[in-house]
């Protein structure tokens, strides 16, 4: 039962670290051309990062 419960961690933390790495690359190279374009170039890269840093500030705080 341990090992189950290991190799189902081992996924899930798997799982999240992949969708983590996902949001990172699109908000590096999609976020901001799509929703803070109107504060220009390094205005808009700015607030996407700013957005990823409050996810990853907030993570663990949420379900």
């Given at each position: 039962?341990?090992?189950?419960?290991?190799?189902?961690?081992?996924?899930?933390?798997?799982?999240?670290?992949?969708?983590?790495?996902?949001?990172?690359?699109?908000?590096?190279?999609?976020?901001?051309?799509?929703?803070f374009s109107p504060?220009?170039?390094?205005?808009?890269?700015?607030?996407?990062?700013?957005?990823?840093?409050?996810?990853?500030?907030?993570?663990?705080?949420?379900?």
């Amino acid at each position: 039962m341990a090992k189950r419960a290991a190799m189902s961690a081992m996924f899930g933390s798997t799982v999240e670290y992949f969708d983590f790495t996902l949001f990172a690359t699109a908000s590096a190279l999609v976020f901001n051309k799509v929703f803070f374009s109107p504060l220009g170039t390094s205005g808009a890269l700015l607030a996407s990062f700013a957005t990823f840093g409050v996810a990853y500030v907030a993570r663990p705080l949420g379900p």
